[in-house]
């Protein structure tokens, strides 16, 4: 059985600004535990969509119980892959993001929506979704709990650290149109994700339901 968790969030910032911060939001103080960020791959599709696939390394300290689950030596760092969808007709970031390793012990897939809101100017809705699973014999219902309250008290310092970012552009407009913007960061990537992209062929994105 999988935990399941959801929430909607409005954001007092415009649509632009908050993809603008949502590049620019590590380092910040609330997430420490993200220890690195690089870009594997990215293109700007005929309909004027980025995309992009990032390999986050993120480290949390274990509760004295999971000590015992892994084995002596084991990394206890965690590898993330993060696809996201920019779509500058449409004003919307979707993004999609799981681990890689110790999916045995807890599998964390999570979907997020950005939007332009319609009905609040200056506002950005937030959908943000959460599956997650274990394969451990006997616990995997306590796994599950606790993963889903640790990933609650992450989710509500990852909205910290995108207000700081957001924080960090307070009087700043983008000076082109989102769509401009999307082509220039795909120009200024294109020899670093070309060689990264070689070595990680980007795959379709989980289709969570």
């Not at 119980?65 to 206890?76: C, D, Q």
């Not at 997650?132 to 609650?152: C, D, H, M, T, W």
């Not at 992450?154 to 149109?177: C, D, H, I």
Request: aromatic share 10%.
């Amino acid at each position: 059985m999988v935990k399941y968790f959801s929430n909607d969030v409005d954001i007092g910032s415009t649509w632009d600004h908050v993809v603008s911060a949502f590049w620019q939001r590590y380092p910040n103080p609330f997430s420490t535990h993200v220890l690195t960020e690089d870009v594997v791959y990215r293109e700007v599709t005929a309909d004027h969509r980025l995309l992009s696939r990032r390999l986050l390394m993120k480290t949390n300290r274990l509760p004295r119980w999971a000590e015992r689950l892994f084995p002596s030596g084991i990394s206890r760092s965690v590898y993330i892959i993060e696809d996201s969808i920019v779509d500058p007709v449409n004003r919307s970031l979707t993004i999609y993001t799981w681990n890689l390793n110790h999916t045995t012990l807890m599998s964390v897939g999570e979907r997020c929506v950005f939007r332009d809101s319609v009905e609040q100017p200056a506002t950005t809705q937030l959908k943000r979704e959460a599956w997650i699973s274990s394969n451990v014999y006997g616990l995997s219902r306590p796994i599950q709990e606790f993963g889903l309250a640790r990933f609650k008290s992450n989710q509500v310092k990852a909205m910290k650290g995108l207000e700081y970012a957001l924080s960090n552009l307070q009087g700043e407009t983008p000076q082109r149109p989102l769509r401009d913007t999307v082509k220039g960061a795909s120009e200024k990537a294109k020899g670093t994700a070309k060689s990264l992209a070689s070595a990680a062929a980007p795959q379709k994105p989980p289709q969570y339901v």
